[in-house]
């Protein structure tokens, strides 16, 4: 519900009639290199996490793993954030692998990849910080010499995005049966969360985690070459959009929307984008990357269902 009431309140006088029009001038070949980043950033994810349940004594298949990513983005979706419990369904089924030892595995990726949004915020910021203060003017905030003072509407968007995520938690941790089982979750759990302590290819860890958010990036900035008003945006214009974007779909609505639209319009805006020429860029890029990730969800379980019945045959003969 938080995501359609600030989509209706971005597009209630947007004239959906133009999409056409910039839908039908995009540059498909950037279009296409985009998407081939966003795969990419995915299948990474998989091989990165199968990296990190070898040292648990697991050695699931790596196509089941990049499947599992494939799967989870699709359910959040449906359901804001339980993408990381529907990875670990997925490899429980097809691989075997413990619930929670595969969960400890995910909590250690999430803390790295959240110190990676640290640096890469840290490095916007002080790359764009006059731009980024205008930006905090103009979504509420007040930049003065006390500090960041936020507006009562300011405030307001915080206390529901925080309020969005505390019930969102609440609600999961109440549908979690294996809480009946916590001492054997808790140790499980926590041989998952060390498990690079006992990784021997590390590097390729670090490799694997650059790489992930490279894609990353370059899924996103890639887009700004396939329309003509936003081509000549500068390379820390794309960091700062990246950055802002990636905090706003940490507020549990389908993919961020509503939150990632704001962000990305209002920032537009002070580059010099034309607020219509804003709003259809980031409806055609929010609505195509969101399509990209339901298109390989729906593939992950078409092929697991695939494989599946290949194995039963293969045991038959």
Not at 67 to 77: E, G, P
Request: aromatic share 16%.
């Amino acid at each position: 519900m938080l995501g359609v009431l600030i989509l209706y309140m971005i597009y209630a006088d947007f004239d959906f009639s133009r999409l056409w029009k910039d839908l039908s001038g995009m540059n498909l070949f950037w279009f296409a290199v985009s998407t081939f980043f966003g795969i990419m950033s995915h299948v990474l994810r998989g091989w990165r996490w199968k990296l990190t349940l070898a040292p648990l004594g697991y050695r699931p298949s790596g196509r089941v793993c990049v499947y599992s990513v494939f799967i989870a983005y699709a359910a959040n979706l449906v359901v804001p954030r339980i993408g990381e419990v529907s990875r670990c369904v997925v490899l429980e089924q097809n691989e075997k692998v413990p619930f929670a030892q595969s969960l400890g595995t995910l909590v250690t990726e999430r803390l790295i990849d959240t110190c990676m949004v640290l640096a890469i915020t840290l490095a916007a910021i002080v790359l764009q910080w006059p731009v980024f203060c205008a930006y905090l003017e103009q979504a509420g905030f007040m930049v003065s010499g006390d500090g960041v003072l936020a507006s009562m509407g300011g405030w307001l968007v915080i206390f529901l995005s925080l309020a969005a995520v505390l019930v969102l938690l609440f609600f999961i941790v109440r549908k979690m049966n294996f809480w009946k089982k916590i001492r054997s979750f808790i140790v499980q759990f926590a041989e998952g969360l060390l498990s690079l302590k006992k990784m021997n290819n590390g590097w390729l860890f670090v490799a694997e985690t650059f790489g992930i958010w490279f894609c990353y990036f370059m899924q996103f900035y890639l887009c700004f070459y396939c329309f003509q008003f936003s081509s000549g945006l500068p390379l820390l214009a794309g960091l700062l959009l990246f950055v802002a974007g990636s905090i706003a779909v940490v507020v549990p609505t389908p993919n961020g929307a509503g939150p990632w639209h704001f962000a990305i319009i209002s920032i537009m805006l002070l580059y010099g984008v034309d607020s219509t020429d804003a709003e259809a860029f980031a409806l055609i890029v929010h609505s195509t990357q969101t399509l990209l990730v339901a298109v390989l969800g729906i593939y992950a379980l078409v092929m697991l269902q695939f494989d599946k019945r290949l194995n039963n045959k293969l045991k038959n003969l």
